[in-house]
C-alpha cells in the first residue's frame, strides 16, 4: 500500500507536465491542405510515444522544442528542436533530410546522431508513415529555440565517431513483413520494434552504447533517465509472464499494472501522450507480439 501511495503521489507530480503537452497536442487548430496526411501523422506520432523527450519539463508550453537533457551512461545529451522553425528546427528540411535523420541517422549537414535518438529502431518504419509524421510535425507551432551542446565524456561525445559506431553496430533498413505470421502479428511486431521502439529502453547496452541483441526486451537497470526498465519478456519470474494479454492491453493504455499499481517516469509519459490513443486493434497487435517473445530471464534487484 505504501509502495503504492509513493507511485501515485510521484504521477501527481509530473501529471502537470503531461497535462499541458498533451492539451497542446490536441488543440491544434483546424488542418486544411495536406489533412488527412497530417491527421494520419499525428497517429504515428502517438504511435512513437508522443514524442515527449523533445519537451523540456521546465518549459512544458514550448512543445517540441527540445533541450530536454537526457541522462546516459555516457553524459548528458540534450534533444533537438523539431519544431517547424527555420532557424532552430526543421523548417527548412526537405522531406528527405527528416526520412534520412530517422532512418539513417544523418542531418541535412551530413553530420551523425548520436544514438540516444533512437533512428535504430525508427529505420523500420515505412516510408509513408515518416512522410505523413514530418507533415504533422509542420503543424505544431515554431519556437525559436538554440539547442544546447551535448556534454558526453569522450570519447563518446565525438560525433565523428558515430561513422564507425554505425558500420558495427547499425543496419539501416525497413521492416520486412514475415510471411510466417499473421498479418496482426506482423503488425505488432512493426509497432514495437520499429514506432514505439521498445527495445531501445527496455535491453541493456554494452559498452559502445548498441543494445545487446542476446537481451532485446529482457530489461536494464538503466533504463531512460538511468533509471530501471524492467523486463517485458513473458518471462514467468523475472519478466510479465504471468500477466495476460488483457493485463498487458490495460497497461498500455491506462499504465495501471495487474496489481493495481501505476507506472511511472517515461513510461507514464508515453502511456499518456501516446499509446492511450492507439486503436484497440493496434494496441492488441503490439501485446500479442510482445507474449510472443522469447522468455528471458533477467533478474534486476
Known amino acids: ?32 491542405e495536406g489533412a488527412d496526411m497530417a491527421e494520419k501523422g499525428k497517429y ?24 530536454r537533457p537526457l541522462k546516459t551512461p555516457f553524459g548528458p545529451v540534450y534533444t533537438s528542436n523539431i ?15 527528416f526520412i534520412n535523420a530517422m532512418t539513417k541517422g544523418v542531418r541535412p549537414d551530413g553530420s551523425h546522431l548520436f544514438p ?23 503543424t505544431i507551432a515554431p519556437v525559436e529555440r ?14 565523428f565517431g558515430l ?20 498479418e496482426e502479428w506482423n503488425r505488432g511486431a512493426y509497432l514495437v520494434s520499429g514506432l514505439a521502439h ?23 537497470k538503466e ?22 494479454q488483457k493485463d498487458l492491453n490495460w497497461f498500455l493504455t491506462s499504465g495501471q499494472k495487474p496489481d493495481g499499481d501505476y507506472t511511472e517516469g517515461v513510461m507514464a509519459e508515453v502511456i499518456d501522450e501516446g499509446y492511450q490513443f492507439l486503436s484497440e486493434a493496434d494496441i492488441n497487435a503490439m501485446s500479442g507480439y510482445i507474449f510472443s517473445l522469447k522468455p528471458i530471464k533477467n533478474k534486476l534487484d
Open 116 to 138: 540516444v535518438f533512437p533512428y535504430t529502431s525508427f529505420t523500420k518504419m515505412q516510408t509513408d508513415d515518416l512522410k505523413a509524421l514530418f507533415a504533422y510535425l509542420k
Open 198 to 220: 521498445c527495445a531501445e529502453c527496455h535491453s541493456p547496452r554494452n559498452i559502445t552504447g548498441a543494445v545487446k541483441q542476446n537481451l532485446l526486451f529482457a530489461g536494464t
Open 223 to 244: 533504463g531512460p533517465e538511468l533509471e530501471l526498465a524492467p523486463n517485458i519478456t513473458p518471462d514467468r519470474e523475472t519478466g510479465i509472464g504471468s500477466w495476460s
Open 163 to 182: 561513422f564507425f559506431w554505425k558500420l558495427v553496430n547499425f543496419s539501416p533498413g525497413s521492416y520486412q513483413f514475415d510471411q510466417r505470421k499473421s
Open 1 to 32: 500500500m505504501i509502495s503504492r501511495m509513493k507511485t501515485k503521489m510521484s504521477n501527481l507530480k509530473s501529471a502537470g507536465f503531461r497535462i499541458v503537452i498533451l492539451a497542446a497536442l490536441l488543440s491544434i487548430p483546424p488542418l486544411t
Open 44 to 67: 504515428v506520432l502517438h504511435a512513437t510515444g508522443g514524442c515527449s523527450c523533445h519537451t523540456d519539463p521546465n518549459d512544458p508550453q514550448a512543445i517540441m522544442a527540445g533541450n
Open 83 to 97: 519544431t517547424p522553425d527555420a532557424e532552430t528546427g526543421i523548417g527548412n528540411w526537405s522531406e528527405l533530410d
Open 146 to 159: 538554440e539547442t544546447k551542446p551535448d556534454d558526453m565524456y569522450p570519447p563518446f561525445g565525438w560525433r
